[in-house]
């Protein structure tokens, strides 16, 4: 059997394991596929590469891929998603320092978003009152539910992302060193980058995105526009691997092996064991409180993998809340088409 070669582009992060696992259990092999994965550093390395065909396809952020297919944010690149590659598995998490304050200001259960919401208000009004300089949160990019998130989370206490807080933008493995250095005051980002914070012992993890909103759209497969409309066979059989990496990784005695495939060097690169107790919905917080076991903390299963069209309405709204642009009815049916109809 001929072999069909696909490069796909993918950044090191737990929601990256569907595309992982197809590859290294070989689900990509019994559809006749040679699959090249490729590790790489930003956001925006992995959508300009996709769209200069560099990648085939690509594990991407659904929110970037549909800036970019509105050409929002300089970059004009229509793309494509037949599938998605999970949902939530991202977290808010602070420095220690920042940790310590939140809980003396707040007034009720710090667990509750609202409370640390309205805790990190009073903190941002003193500061201000001091004459010091403002806080600041990053996000693993502009166009990311981890951006949305953090100004869901700011609003239930009338703040704003980039006007109260300080926002920048840090790819997510550089996320723990940002946290260490004092470059940023807290990020959020998807897993692993949360727990290795807290296993450094620089951070902890306030909120889980699933405290703030279940469900939430994140990871998807990512082809050109044009690559998926002309590549009916290659789209349909990566999908199929990914479908049969879906079945596998929903199976809990197979977590042990999955965090073994993503802690290799050229995956991840990280322990095993902290990667299992992520996989097992364990998370470690910090900041002296005990381990939280999250039931739905990152989806992998059929229903999490179908792109729907009011995926992309949250991800127009988020764009509108965070300033990022004003939505038109053309721009909405535009977002919308980004999904394809999942024929599974």
């Known amino acids: 059997m001929t072999m069909l070669h696909l490069r796909v582009g993918f950044m090191p992060l737990v929601d990256c394991a569907l595309v992982t696992l197809a590859k290294d259990e070989g689900f990509a092999e019994e559809q006749g596929l040679n699959l090249e994965l490729v590790r790489e550093v930003s956001w925006s390395n992995l959508r300009d ?25 300089g970059v004009k690149a229509p793309m494509s998603v037949p599938i998605g590659l999970n949902r939530d598995g991202a977290a808010i998490t602070v420095s220690l320092r920042r940790f310590e304050e939140l809980c003396r200001h707040a007034q009720g259960d710090i667990a509750d978003p609202a409370v640390s919401a309205r805790a990190l208000a009073a903190m941002v009004a003193r500061r201000s ?20 998130l953090l100004c869901e989370w700011l609003a239930k206490a009338g703040l704003r992302l980039g006007e109260d807080v300080r926002f920048e ?3 997510p493995p550089q996320t723990v060193e940002a946290l260490t250095s004092g470059r940023v005051d807290g990020f959020c980002a998807g897993a692993p980058w949360n727990s290795a914070a807290v296993e450094a012992g620089v951070g902890a993890m306030i909120h889980a995105s699933v405290d703030l909103r279940r469900d939430c759209h994140d990871k998807v497969l990512a082809w050109r526009a044009d690559d998926a409309t002309n590549r009916p066979t290659a789209v349909a059989k990566l999908n199929a691997a990914i479908l049969a990496a879906s079945d596998w990784a929903c199976r809990p005695e197979n977590a042990a092996r999955m965090a073994q495939h993503l802690s290799a060097p050229d995956r991840l690169g990280l322990p095993q064991a902290l990667l ?4 097992n919905r364990e998370l470690v917080q910090g900041g002296g409180r005990p381990p939280r076991h999250v039931a739905h903390f990152i989806r992998f299963d059929l229903a999490a993998l179908r792109p729907a069209p009011e995926d992309a309405d949250w991800v127009l709204a988020g764009m509108e809340q965070a300033g990022q642009t004003r939505v038109s009815e053309e721009m909405r049916a535009m977002a919308r088409s980004v999904f394809l109809s999942p024929a599974f």
Not at 133 to 147: C, D, E, I, Q, Y
């Open 276 to 279: 299992e107790r992520i996989l």
């Open 49 to 73: 590469k996709l769209n200069v065909r560099l990648f085939d396809a690509a594990h991407m952020l659904g929110p970037a891929a549909i800036a970019a297919t509105l050409g929002i944010g």
């Open 169 to 171: 933008v840090v790819p």
């Open 129 to 148: 009152a001091s004459g010091l300089p403002p806080l600041t949160f990053a996000a693993v990019f502009g166009f990311s539910m981890h951006t949305y």
